[in-house]
């Protein structure tokens, strides 16, 4: 079995391996000194969404050692029941359990009601999946509302966005954005990174002419943003969703990307002579 008690990697040697990591990517040499490592990020600061796709990492190892270490506990043979009736005065007493045996009678117990172990990792890993396609999509479409939010200056893009979201919803977006804030001081953060699918489901509709643009159908982009936000809510606060809606919201959020990607090829293309 795995050693689960492997000692903490540093902070520090984390960000030395991202930044080793992205200039291994262009092409430059790597960083061997802290110093080193400090001077980059002063001058290529993550931004929030980066640092949640951090913590989003960090969740899913975790979920994905979880299921490990269950699946590995439940399947050796030395990790037997005890015996159901008590022994006679000529036989050996059963040593008492350990707190492994323990925790294995427990997944035992809670099998009959609930899930097996392996039931339980692929439960583990359908809402990983789920979490990461809907926050991939939200990503996506952050940069598709930052693209084409292009007002005349940044302050009337601002206070635009304001205007559509309304003062409530506004106002909530930007408590979060100042407690990221507070609690990553030097983090550059931007305030679309703060907002979740259902506000920039708002923002996109408040300027629908220039976003039909891209996903055509108002009602059909309604209809599966309204589940995704469902499915969301019911994830993102560990609780349970049925696998039909679940392969259901995949689904939309595939097709909604597809639309956003389909836009910012056509972009990107040279103009027809």
């Known amino acids: 079995m795995a050693d689960y008690h492997q000692p903490t990697v540093s902070g520090r040697g984390i960000l ?31 931004s929030g969404e980066q640092a949640i796709e951090i913590m989003i990492a960090a969740a899913y190892g975790l979920a ?10 439940s399947t050796k043979p030395e990790f037997k029941a005890l ?11 059963p040593q008492p359990p350990t707190h492994t045996q ?9 099998s009959e009601t609930m899930a097996q172990p392996t039931q339980i990792q692929v439960d583990l890993e359908t809402d990983i999946e789920s979490f990461s396609t ?14 084409e939010y292009q007002y005349f200056t940044e302050h009337r893009r601002s206070a635009r966005m304001r205007d559509v979201l309304g003062e409530k919803t506004h106002g909530e977006c930007l408590q979060r954005m100042e407690k990221s804030r507070s609690l990553s001081r030097g983090l550059a953060v931007d305030f679309l990174d703060f ?28 209809e599966r943003v309204k589940m995704i936000i469902q499915v969301r809510n019911v994830v993102f606060h560990s609780r349970k969703v049925s696998r039909y809606l679940e392969h259901l919201t995949l689904g939309y959020c595939g097709e909604i ?17």
């Open 16 to 46: 030395t391996y991202i930044a080793n990591e992205v200039r291994k990517s262009q092409g430059n040499t790597l960083l061997s000194d802290d110093e080193s490592v400090l001077r980059w990020f002063n001058e290529n600061p993550l």
């Open 64 to 73: 994905l050692r979880r299921a490990s270490r269950i699946k590995m506990i």
């Open 83 to 93: 015996p159901a009736t008590e022994p006679s005065l000529g036989e050996a007493m």
């Open 102 to 110: 323990l925790d294995l009678g427990r997944l035992q117990a809670n």
């Open 134 to 147: 809907i926050t991939t999509l939200e990503r996506k479409l952050r940069e598709l509302v930052r693209t």
């Open 195 to 222: 907002l979740y699918i259902g506000e920039l489901e708002t923002l996109i509709f408040g300027e629908w002419e220039i976003f039909r643009q891209v996903f055509h159908d108002k009602a059909w982009l309604k």
């Open 257 to 273: 990307a597809e639309k956003v990607e389909e836009w910012t090829r056509s972009m990107e293309l040279p103009p027809s002579p």
